[in-house]
């Protein structure tokens, strides 16, 4: 028949009479166990004054404007993906390299426009002068995601610098 262990009788005590010592990581604090049970006993924290920690984030406040502009921009790409917009309007609003990447996909039998319908839109900016993209479009059907970077230029541009189609 097991012995019932009271706590507060028990000092956290073994049977041969010294007491189980363990280290606690923080600050080197020693604390006793129960050896019946193994639950800590509890510890007096040392009394020092504790500052004030600053928020470690601060939020960026979401520019709508840049927001806007990355919308649109998404919207003209997928337009020329599609077939509708000729490649040389987008030089203003995409890097070379998306131009380059939008056009090497095929646009499969008939290339008929109206393959390309932007669905959904989901924005963030993780930090002032540039805003990700996650989205999803419907291509002849399907539905794919898409993810895009935009970047403010100098000359208070936004323009698309990476763009990639899931």
Request: proline share 10%; net charge positive; aromatic share 4%.
């Amino acid at each position: 028949m097991p012995k019932h262990v009271n706590h507060e009788e028990n000092d956290n005590e073994t049977i041969l009479g010294r007491p189980i010592v363990r280290r606690v990581h923080s600050g080197g604090l020693t604390q006793r166990q129960c050896p019946t049970c193994g639950r800590p006993d509890p510890v007096q924290e040392p009394s020092i004054g504790l500052q004030a920690m600053p928020d470690p984030v601060t939020d960026v406040v979401p520019d709508a404007a840049a927001i806007r502009s990355a919308f649109r921009a998404l919207a003209l790409l997928m337009e020329m993906l599609d077939g509708r917009r000729p490649a040389r309007q987008m030089t203003k609003i995409a890097a070379p390299r998306v131009i380059r990447y939008l056009r090497a996909i095929p646009l499969g039998p008939g290339g008929l426009p109206g393959g390309v319908r932007l669905l959904s839109f989901h924005p963030s900016q993780p930090h002032e002068g540039a805003v990700e993209v996650a989205a999803s479009v419907a291509i002849r059907g399907r539905r794919r995601a898409v993810a895009a970077s935009f970047e403010l230029t100098c000359l208070e541009n936004w323009v698309c610098d990476t763009l990639r189609i899931l």
